[in-house]
C-alpha cells in the first residue's frame, strides 16, 4: 500500500519567523522512500496555532496525493466537515482530469465533529482574505470596504500575502518591496496585512493552475482565528469559467472546514468589470501589481502578457490605465503585437476584451486582439496534431 503520510510538528523559530510545519512521508508498505519538511512561516504576532490542527497540511497536500495515487494518513486532527467536502473536491478532480488525478481514502487520527450552531450571527460579519497586490484581490478588498457586495459583504479583519507562490520565497527583496506597496495601500481601507512564506510548492510539483486554489486556502488556515471566513477572489467570471481550474466557485466551498468556510467572491464580475470598479478608488488602482516577474520589485514590468492585458482592462472603458502599469495606452500600443498567449484562460480573457471593445472606432491594441487569437488557435492545432505527427515522422516517437 503507498500513503502520504502527514505528521505535524512543533513550532520552531527559523530567522525571525514562527515555522509551522508538517513532516511529509512518502511510505511504501513499513518502507519510507522519502521526507520532507512542508512549513509555512509566519510573523510572530500572528495568532495562536495548535501544532495538532492538521487541516492546513491536508489541504495543501490532497492533490499530491491524488496524483501520485496515495492513500492519505494525517497524523493529527481533522474536522469532519473538511472530510466531507474533501470527498466531493477530490470527486470533482477525478472526474474532470481523470488522467492527472484519482480518487484516495484519507485516514485520521482524530475526527472533530461539527460544533453547534451559533445563535445569532456576528454582526457585522467578518472575514480574512487572500491579498497579492493584483487586480482580482484589490477589487475584492475595495468590494467589501464599500459594500458593493450587497447582503455578501464582509468586514476584512486582515489579509495575508504569501511568498512562495507567484513570488519565490526566496525572492527577498522582491516580497519585501511588493509587502510594502501591498501594506499601504490596505492600511487606507484600515485593513492589516499580514505575510506568509512557504515551501508548498517545493513540495508538491502539481500543475500550478490546478494547485493554487488549495494552496491558499492552506496558507489562510493559518489565520482562522481572526475570522470565520477566508474569501478568495474570483479568476474567471461565470459566463467564462475554465474547467478543470485551481480555484473556481464551483469547487473553492468544498476546502470548508468546521473552523473556516471558504467564499469565492465575485464571479459576477470580469476582468474588465473589475477593472472598472476599481477605477472609484483611485488609490487602490494605482497601485496594483499583477506581474509575475521580478525585475521590478514591487511593481510591474509593464512588458509581460498580463501586464499588457490589465491595462487593456482599464483601457477598454476608456478609462486610465494606472499609474503602476505605465499611466496610458502608449505602451499597450507598442506592445500590443510581442502577446503570446499560452493558455485556454488566457484566451479568454483577450476574447472577452474584444467583444466588449464592440464594432465602433478601436484604439491600435483593440485591433490587433484577433490576431492574437488567431496566433493561439493556430500554436494550439500544431501542438495538438501536427507536433506529434511530425515527430513519428521523424522517428523520434514509436509509431502506435
Ligand atoms: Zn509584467
Redesign the pocket.
Known sequence: MTVLELRPQPACDVDGWTRRACEVLRLDGDTVQSSHSLWFDLPPDAPAWDHADAEPYLIACLMLAMHEGRSLRVRGRVSRMLLENLEEYAAFWATTAPARYQRVTVEVDEVVQPLAPTTGATQPPTAIAAFSGGLDASFLVWRHHSGLAGLRTRQIQAAVMISGFDIPCDSVAHFDASLAVARGTLQSLGMRLYPLRTNLRQINKVPWEQLHGTSLVACLQFYKAIAPTALLGSCEPYDHLVTPWGSSPVIDHLLSSASLRIVHDGAEHSRSDKARLLAEWPFGADRIR????DAHPGT?????E??LRTMANFAVHRLPVPASLGGDVARLNQRIRTVRLRSTAQAAEWRALLQLGGSGARDRWQGCITALLWRYELRAVFHARLRPWLRRLAGRAPVR
Open positions: 499583477v506581474c509575475w516577474g510591474n514590468c509593464l512588458t509581460c498580463k501586464c
